[in-house]
């Protein structure tokens, strides 16, 4: 039952860090803030965002607010499931590993934005639902570079393998060496 329990409590603050930095993503990447899916990420996270941005505020297209609520939020799941395994790690290895897993939640977000992306270029290439444009939204601020140097073969866009090669490679090296820093049980937590 605690290692139910302890999956549990990781998967809910898994999915609160995932919420979050799909908010801080939506901002980065300037998508449609009248778009109901990014209404809801927005009113989902305002109780919490809103307070902290009197603080932080949004500075261009990063909102500091987000991305420190969203390594809270993952920091804390790292801790409480630490404590359910009787396992102790320091104050800076959690808040590493939380840096790291917010890292991770982002990379991961973006890596499937662009397996969405690319099927729906294969079924439905003019799709106008708000969760085909918001994943438009979401990942074209990385294509967008990456067409500039490598451009379309017969109308074939090469530039998501591009992107996955770079995505791969970020988690590889910045989220492992962030990984590596937190510690062995902390890395374990982040899925790493």
């Known amino acids: 039952m605690g290692a139910g329990l302890a999956s549990f409590i990781q998967l809910i603050f898994?999915?609160?860090?995932?919420?979050?930095?799909?908010?801080?993503?939506l901002h980065l990447s300037k998508?449609?803030?009248f778009n109901p899916?990014?209404?809801?990420?927005?009113s989902a996270t305002n109780p919490v965002v809103r307070p902290m941005q009197m603080l932080?505020?949004?500075?261009?297209?990063?909102?500091?607010?987000?991305?420190?609520l969203a390594v809270v939020i993952k920091a804390l799941g790292i801790f409480l499931v630490l404590q359910m395994h009787g396992q102790i790690a320091g104050l800076g290895s959690i808040l590493v590993g939380g840096v790291a897993g917010a890292v991770k939640t982002a990379l991961?977000?973006?890596?499937?934005?662009?397996?969405?992306?690319?099927?729906?270029?294969?079924?439905?290439?003019?799709?106008?639902?708000?969760?085909?444009?918001?994943v438009h939204q979401l990942i074209e601020p990385l294509l967008a570079p990456v067409r500039r140097f490598i451009p379309s073969l017969g109308g074939?866009?090469?530039?998501?393998i591009f992107?996955?090669?770079?995505?791969n490679l970020v988690t590889t090296v910045l989220v492992g060496i962030l990984a590596q820093m937190a510690g062995m049980p902390v890395a374990a937590l982040i899925g790493f």
């Not at 899916?37 to 927005?42: M, P």
Request: no cysteine; glycine share 6%.
């Open 31 to 33: 998508a449609d803030y």
């Open 156 to 160: 074939l866009d090469l530039s998501p």
């Open 56 to 68: 932080l505020r949004p500075v261009g297209r990063i909102d500091p607010a987000s991305f420190l």
């Open 163 to 167: 992107v996955f090669l770079g995505l």
């Open 14 to 25: 898994h999915l609160m860090t995932f919420i979050v930095m799909l908010r801080f993503l």
């Open 108 to 134: 991961d977000i973006y890596f499937f934005a662009l397996i969405i992306s690319i099927i729906l270029s294969w079924v439905a290439p003019q799709a106008s639902h708000p969760g085909a444009l918001l």
């Open 37 to 42: 899916i990014t209404q809801g990420v927005v």
